[in-house]
């Protein structure tokens, strides 16, 4: 069992910066895929940011540039620094954690953490 704690959310202006952390539980983080994901009101869940076992990240088009999704598996925390915040960032950002080893599948969301913008 994985258990996934998000923290870092909160309230900032337009322009401004936050880090999100994602703290997992267990002995399978250094070999999974992390992801960031994060939905506003009234729309669907969207992939912001993924980052490999081996370091490979990638970005949805409107964050590239922006965004910056890293991982410490010593720690077992994959964080997320968000730059030049804009409202349209506003969501509550959810990390997942997925591993798929032999006929082992582990996919594990947490809880979410808001993030607010204001113009």
């Known amino acids: 069992q994985v258990q996934l704690v998000e923290s870092g959310g909160g309230l900032v202006q337009a322009g401004g910066s936050l880090r999100l952390s994602c703290a997992a539980s267990?002995?399978?983080?250094?070999?999974?895929?992390m992801h960031w994901y994060r939905q506003a009101p009234g729309k669907q869940r969207e992939l912001v940011a993924v980052i490999t076992s081996g370091g490979t990240a990638t970005y949805v088009d409107s964050v590239k540039g922006r965004y910056t999704i890293s991982r410490d598996n010593a720690k077992g925390t994959v964080y997320l620094q968000m730059n030049s915040l804009k409202p349209d960032d506003t969501a509550v950002y959810y990390c997942r954690l997925r591993s798929r080893v032999g006929v082992r599948d582990d996919d594990y969301w947490g809880q979410g953490t808001q993030v607010t913008v204001s113009s």
């Open positions: 267990g002995s399978i983080f250094s070999i999974s895929t």
